[in-house]
Nanobody, 122 residues
Framework: VQLQASGGGLVQAGDSLRLSCAAS????????MGWFRQAPGKERDFVAA????????RYADSVKGRFTISRDTAKNTVYLQMNSLKPEDTAVYYC????????????????WGQGTLVTVSS
């Protein structure tokens, strides 16, 4: 599985962005998908995840109520809708695919995209 993340950019606090992660390969629908982010000098943190069926999702406490993860199986794409953005959301955002449903564990994801930068100004 190859993953290509896009949609990042420079926005102001309170704005919205939608990130996309396009996956190649016929087995996309069998993978759980996650979004992580990494700010400069910090570890990669869990943001959100969605199960292979789309029936389950998880969010980091810091983004609950503001971010929504979804997937479009016909387009082999997973999305992260980000609303009410804050300066502390500034980071490189990575999408990832994994077989096991361990949403917030980096090592449980087998494939990673290249990352897309989100910058939120105050």
């Amino acid at each position: 599985v190859q993953l290509q993340a896009s949609g990042g950019g420079l926005v102001q606090a309170g704005d919205s962005l939608r990130l996309s992660c396009a996956a190649s390969g016929r087995t996309f629908n069998s993978y759980n998908m996650g979004w992580f982010r990494q700010a400069p000098g910090k570890e990669r943190d869990f943001v959100a995840a969605i199960s292979w069926s789309g029936g389950s999702s998880r969010y980091a406490d810091s983004v609950k109520g503001r971010f929504t993860i979804s997937r479009d199986t016909a387009k082999n794409t997973v999305y992260l809708q980000m609303n009410s953005l804050k300066p502390e959301d500034t980071a490189v955002y990575y999408c990832a695919a994994g077989r096991n449903w361990s949403p917030n564990i980096v090592s449980e994801y087998n494939y990673w995209g290249q990352g897309t930068l989100v910058t939120v100004s105050s």
